[in-house]
C-alpha cells in the first residue's frame, strides 16, 4: 500500500537567543527553510526517493549562507572551513560520510557517491581524490567564506575561547539536516556541517557520524541532529531513539525526548534532532532555546518554527 510522503528539515538548533530575533531576520530564516523543504517536497510529489529529496533539500541549505553548511560554514582555527556530512537510507541501511573535507561544494552530494562505492566513510584529502576521480570540481576554499564567520572566528580568538565554549549561544550550530519518508515507505536522513567556529586539530563532530548525527531504518525511524557535537557521539544519539523504539517500544516522540532531554542533557550537551517515523509521524525535541525547523505531510501545509511555540503554516 502506498504510503503518504514526509519530509522534515533543519537548520540549526541555539543559533539565536530569542531577543536578538529581529522581524527582518525571522523572516530571512522562514523563506530559506521554506525554499529547501519546497524543494525536496517536490521530488516526493513526484514519486522520487526520500535519499533524493533529502539530498535535494540539504543542497539547498547547503548553498544558502544564513546556516553552518557549504557556503557560509564556519571556520576552523586555521581560518578555514572543513566540512562534514553523512546520508543513510532506511531499506538497505547504506551509508556514507564524509568529514573534513574543505573543497568540496557539496558534500552531501559527494556522499551519495561514496554510498555507491565500496567505503561509508573518507576524510580529507582522500575524500577529495574519490571526488575528482568522479568527476567532481573542486572549488576554493575561500568558495564558503562569509564575513560573519570570519568576525564570530576572530572574537572566538580574541577572547581566548576555545572552540567548544558553551557561553556564548549566539550563531552556534547552524548545521542543516533533513529526514524523509517516501511514497514507498522508505526513509532517508541527511546531515550536512561546517562543524563549530575555532575547532582544530582534525576535530570531526558528530554530523560525519552514521549513529549518531544520522541514522535511517525502515524498521522505526530516520534521524538528523545538531548540536553540540561531543555530546551527541557520546549519547549516539540518532541510532539510540531507533533502538528505543525497536527494542523499548517507545513511540519516536518518547524516544526522542528522553535522549535530548536525559542523554544528552544528562551530560550537559545541548541541540536537538528531526525525525520521522515510518508512519509518518514526526517529531522535533530539541534542549536548546530554539531550532530552525520546517515540515510537510502529504496534503498538508508547509510549516516553519525556529522557537517552542512560534510555527507557521504557510499558505
Ligand atoms: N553538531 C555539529 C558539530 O558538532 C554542530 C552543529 O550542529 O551545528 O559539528
Given at each position: 500500500m502506498a504510503k503518504e510522503y514526509g519530509l522534515v528539515l533543519h537548520g540549526g538548533a541555539g543559533t539565536l537567543v530569542k531577543d536578538e530575533m529581529t522581524a527582518e531576520k525571522e523572516r530571512m530564516y522562514r523563506s530559506a527553510l521554506l525554499r529547501a523543504l519546497s524543494a525536496g517536497e517536490e521530488v516526493l510529489k513526484n514519486n522520487g526517493d526520500a535519499l533524493d529529496a533529502v539530498i535535494v533539500t540539504v543542497k539547498v541549505l547547503e548553498q544558502e549562507p544564513l546556516f553552518n553548511a557549504g557556503v557560509g560554514a564556519v571556520m576552523t582555527h586555521e581560518g578555514v572551513h572543513e566540512l562534514d556530512a553523512s546520508l543513510m537510507e532506511g531499506k538497505e541501511r547504506k551509508a556514507a560520510a564524509v568529514c573534513a573535507v574543505r573543497r568540496i561544494e557539496s558534500p552531501i552530494s559527494l556522499c551519495r557517491m561514496v554510498m555507491d562505492s565500496e567505503f561509508?566513510?573518507?576524510?580529507?584529502?582522500?575524500?577529495?581524490?574519490?571526488?575528482?576521480?568522479?568527476?567532481?570540481?573542486?572549488?576554493?576554499n575561500s568558495h564558503f567564506t562569509t564575513t560573519l564567520r570570519k568576525e564570530q572566528l576572530e572574537e572566538a580568538k580574541k577572547n581566548n575561547r576555545v572552540q567548544l565554549d558553551h557561553t556564548d549561544n549566539r550563531e552556534k550550530y547552524g548545521t542543516v539536516?533533513?529526514?524523509?519518508?517516501?511514497?514507498?515507505?522508505?526513509?532517508?536522513?541527511?546531515?550536512?556541517?561546517?562543524g563549530m567556529t575555532n575547532k582544530r586539530?582534525?576535530?570531526?563532530?558528530?554530523?560525519a557520524l552514521i549513529g549518531s548525527g544520522t541514522w535511517a531504518d525502515n524498521r522505526n525511524c530516520a534521524?538528523?541532529?545538531?548540536?553540540?557535537?561531543?555530546?551527541?557521539?557520546?549519547?549516539?544519539?540518532?541510532?539510540?531513539?531507533?533502538?528505543?523504539m525497536e527494542y523499548g517500544g517507545l513511540s519516536?516522540?518518547?524516544?526522542?525526548?528522553?535522549?535530548?532531554?536525559?542523554?544528552?542533557?544528562?551530560i550537559g550537551g545541548d541541540g536537538g534532532v528531526i525525525s520521522i517515523d515510518k508512519d509518518g509521524n514526526i517529531a522535533c525535541p530539541f534542549n536548546s532555546e530554539g531550532m530552525?525547523?520546517?515540515?510537510?505531510?502529504?496534503?498538508?501545509?508547509?510549516?516553519?518554527?525556529?522557537?517552542?511555540?512560534?510555527?507557521?503554516?504557510?499558505?
Open positions: 561509508v566513510m573518507l576524510n580529507g584529502e582522500g575524500a577529495e581524490q574519490f571526488a575528482k576521480e568522479q568527476g567532481v570540481p573542486v572549488v576554493s539536516g533533513a529526514v524523509a519518508i517516501d511514497k514507498n515507505g522508505t526513509l532517508a536522513a541527511a546531515t550536512s556541517t561546517g586539530y582534525g576535530r570531526i563532530g558528530d554530523s534521524v538528523s541532529a545538531t548540536g553540540y557535537g561531543e555530546f551527541f557521539i557520546r549519547s549516539a544519539v540518532a541510532s539510540r531513539i531507533a533502538s528505543m519516536l516522540a518518547d524516544a526522542g525526548f528522553k535522549v535530548i532531554n536525559h542523554e544528552v542533557g544528562d530552525y525547523r520546517a515540515w510537510v505531510k502529504e496534503g498538508t501545509t508547509l510549516t516553519t518554527a525556529i522557537f517552542t511555540d512560534d510555527a507557521v503554516a504557510h499558505e
